[in-house]
């Protein structure tokens, strides 16, 4: 499982922790890769809420793209001994490594899984440095304490392939790899959900609702769209009526049905009563890969970014065979196609975010990340306060 969603306590920390060392001189990265140049393709393009699909990814795209890594590659294995290092929130799994080194087997992977303290552990190591992750990662609200102080390499990624679209949500250097979003969760055997987290304020639901107090990006497109005040109302109201509790662990009760609400975001439990929902203002976002500007093997740390964000085996891999499925639903840009293949959790998952998206779900994009930071700030406080 892979979880970068937008918590609130890894961005204050980021914050904390880069004010501290922002005077740190960087040492002079090594020189920014360039690609063949951008592809001529067309984007056969479709809305699917923000994000612009397209359709002919792997038909016009992709081919360049694929050329790229064949290049990218021959440079990786011959850079820092053809050793990649990845911090993330969780490790890679040895069975993940194996797919990326079946095509790329001279390429030695290191990975650390670090959850809350994955900013601070990558700012340590710029501030000492010591070998720092080649790759930086999140959401947009995730990435911004440290996308604004400079961690980002400003790779020019139309160089080597992708269309424009994919890159006009968040900044130009951060690569689309994923989706994830808020979902109400729920034990079917036990219950049915709203539509909307109004919704929920029906008597009928007192005491069966959870969430975790990591949690509350759950309200922020709800926020975003009805405006402050009336989130914190909702929160409140929920709070002191005896609906929801926070809870750290909302899985078992979930499972058992004792509290069959669960407000979270994709599902990573088997059981089969388990299903998720979207609801009205929910927020649905993409997830981005970067090259950190610290890092040791820019090629490898490219070639890994689009092999997991793009590579149509490796995704087909991840929707069809429970191994490799994780929280995070493939790039929602990418072919209809590719979605529809989903089976399992792969397909409850995916099914549910592209439904949101479709009805309009809130979207952080670049141009409005300080308003979501600020709004995600104030659900934390109405929440845990």
């Known amino acids: ?153 400003k790779v020019d990624w139309t160089q080597f392939g992708l269309p424009k679209e994919y890159l006009n949500i968040g900044a130009p250097e951060m690569v689309p790899d994923s989706i994830n979003g808020s979902l109400m969760q729920y034990n079917s055997d036990k219950i049915e959900v709203p539509d909307s987290l109004d919704g929920l304020l029906d008597p009928q639901y007192k005491g069966k609702v959870s969430i975790a107090g990591y949690n509350p990006v759950v309200f922020e497109a709800y926020g975003m769209a009805k405006g402050e005040e009336a989130m914190v109302n909702l929160i409140t109201e929920l709070k002191s009526s005896g609906t929801m509790q926070l809870l750290e662990d909302q899985n078992t009760p979930l499972s058992s049905g004792d509290v069959p609400i669960s407000l979270n975001q994709t599902l990573f439990n088997p059981n089969p009563s388990l299903k998720v929902a979207p609801f009205e203002h929910a927020g649905v976002w993409a997830q981005f890969s970067g090259v950190n500007v610290d890092a040791k093997n820019k ?57 949101g998206l479709a009805n309009g779900a809130g979207t952080e994009t670049q141009a409005d990340r300080d308003a979501w930071i600020s709004m995600v700030g104030a659900a934390d406080t109405a929440l845990n306060g």
Request: glycine letters at 6%; aromatic letters at 10%.
């Open 1 to 153: 499982m892979v979880k970068r969603n937008t918590l609130v306590a890894t961005a204050a920390v980021g914050m904390l922790l880069l004010s501290g060392c922002a005077s740190t001189p960087a040492a002079a990265p090594e020189e920014v890769l360039t690609g063949a140049g951008a592809s001529d393709a067309t984007c056969d393009a479709s809305a699917i809420g923000v994000i612009t699909r397209c359709e002919n990814f792997y038909e016009d795209f992709w081919p360049g793209i694929n050329t790229q890594m064949d290049t990218l590659y021959e440079t990786a294995k011959s850079t820092d001994g053809g050793r990649l290092v990845i911090w993330d929130w969780y490790e890679q799994s040895p069975e993940v490594v194996a797919e990326f080194n079946k095509r790329f087997p001279d390429i030695k992977i290191e990975s650390r899984g670090l959850t809350y303290n994955l900013s601070s552990a990558i700012i340590s190591a710029k501030a000492t440095g010591e070998r720092n992750t080649d790759i930086v990662s999140g959401s947009i609200v995730t990435t911004a304490p440290m996308y604004d102080e400079g961690y980002w390499e």
């Open 299 to 355: 090629a490898a740390a490219m070639l890994w970014i689009l092999w997991n964000s793009y590579d149509p085996d490796w995704l087909e891999l991840r929707m069809t065979d429970e191994r490799f499925a994780t929280t995070q639903v493939p790039y929602a840009g990418l072919p209809k196609s590719l979605f529809d293949k989903a089976t399992g959790l792969m397909k409850t998952n995916t099914d549910a975010l592209l439904l």
